[in-house]
């Protein structure tokens, strides 16, 4: 899958809805009623992190689920890559970017919102042909300020900023004119989790997925 491709279907996903749930999962007997809980609420994209035991066990229940796209986040090398495809993801999210891992992406057919958080960066993956690009840490390196101000020079790129965002912030993200969505946690808190308390998360999607831009 080439670049553009890549970006393509990547802009598709982030088009689904203005939130896409960050989930770190810890127990997998949890992964499919979140999922389902999440979906219900109007937030069909969801990212597992590959930052527990459990994530790829998350990632296959949550495949299963109607109306889910679930994605992994948090790829790091080539075997994250190919690991998080043969689970079931339908797309992936990197902190950053590497060749290595650009190119297992793009062997394995996994579009993928590659990390950048300078314009040197954003750059170089625009030159590369990744035109759908993940921000982050989004409040760590400027928030949406500086967003706005990378999108002055590179209009041509759009984004899903991710890391510190929340109900407080979320609206400064949406308004900007390169940004599709944004990726956030607070719409699945561990303790209701924990609680199995889908309906509450539901209730938090559905807020989200309210949210435009």
Not at 68 to 75: F, I, K, N, Q, S
Not at 164 to 192: E, F, H, M, Q, T
Request: charged share 15%; hydrophobic share 50%.
């Amino acid at each position: 899958m080439t670049p553009a491709a890549q970006s393509a279907k990547a802009e598709e996903i982030c088009r689904l809805a203005p939130v896409v749930p960050v989930l770190v999962v810890e127990d997998m007997t949890s992964a499919a009623p979140l999922a389902r809980a999440l979906v219900a609420g109007g937030l069909p994209a969801l990212e597992v992190t590959l930052r527990t035991p459990a994530a790829l066990d998350a990632i296959r229940a949550m495949a299963g689920v109607e109306g889910g796209v679930v994605g992994a986040g948090t790829l790091i090398t080539p075997a994250d890559v190919k690991a998080a495809k043969a689970a079931g993801a339908r797309f992936g999210v990197s902190p950053g970017a590497t060749d290595s891992l650009l190119k297992a992406c793009e062997d394995e057919g996994l579009p993928v919102l590659p990390g950048a958080a300078t314009a040197t960066e954003v750059m170089a993956l625009l030159e590369r042909g990744y035109t759908v690009q993940k921000f982050f840490p989004a409040e760590a390196s400027g928030g949406a300020p500086a967003l706005a101000a990378i999108g002055a020079p590179i209009p041509q790129v759009r984004f899903c900023p991710t890391g510190g965002i929340g109900p407080a912030n979320v609206g400064n993200y949406l308004k900007l004119a390169n940004v599709l969505c944004v990726g956030g946690s607070w719409v699945a808190p561990k303790d209701r989790v924990a609680a199995g308390d889908w309906a509450a998360i539901t209730a938090l999607a559905r807020e989200a997925a309210a949210l435009r831009a």
